[in-house]
């Protein structure tokens, strides 16, 4: 059930457009190519906008609903992961993993818990640790929300060819800035 986009107006397409934007190529050098192929590479420039724009507002939506912060949501993700994996939690990982201070991850924790979003409890192998673990009804609303969005991705990659797949992981990385 998939909402019709809207087509982008002329001054969000202009706004992403090298020849009005960078009209003299003082930045961006697209010489080598014609109009039709301009106006594609604006069409991939106006997908990542779409995407980046969708993923903000199903972010900020699943943060609202569970009354959360970026930081205590990438927690969560992170406790459903390890929850599914059958992998112990600890502060000690879980400041690692969020690279925050054990002082912010008390705070962190302290927040969850008092929501009823985690349960701390004894570690099942080292006594003097805490084990971390989300809730039931937390996990079952992450799931829910950022799940679903994961499982629509996940789909949309699986559509495409291995060739394809390979394109959009270089023209990803290209993009990050990463040489992996």
């Known amino acids: 059930m998939n909402e ?6 002329r001054l969000v397409e202009a706004m ?3 020849r009005i934007l960078d009209p003299h190529q003082e930045l961006v050098d697209y010489s080598g190519l014609d109009e039709a192929e301009i106006a594609q590479v604006v069409r991939v420039l106006l997908g990542i906008r779409r995407w980046r ?16 912060n970026e930081t205590d949501m990438k927690a969560l993700r992170f ?15 879980l400041a690692e993993h969020l690279n925050i201070s054990t002082a912010s ?8 818990a008092a929501a009823g979003h985690i349960e701390r409890s004894p570690h099942p192998t080292d006594r003097r640790a805490k084990m971390i673990t989300i809730t039931k009804q937390t996990h079952e609303q992450v799931r829910e929300t950022i799940g679903r969005t994961h499982a629509r991705r996940f789909d949309a990659a699986a559509r495409l060819t291995p060739a394809e797949r390979e394109t ?4 990803l990385e290209d993009l990050s800035g990463s040489d992996d």
């Open 168 to 171: 959009v992981i270089r023209f």
């Open 53 to 68: 724009e969708a993923e903000q507002a199903v972010s900020f939506r699943s943060r609202n609903s569970l009354d959360l």
């Open 105 to 112: 991850t008390t705070k962190l924790l302290d927040r969850l």
């Open 16 to 18: 992403l457009d090298p």
């Open 4 to 9: 019709p986009r809207p087509k982008p107006s």
């Open 79 to 93: 406790l459903v992961a390890s929850k599914n994996q059958d992998v112990v939690v600890t502060p000690g990982a």
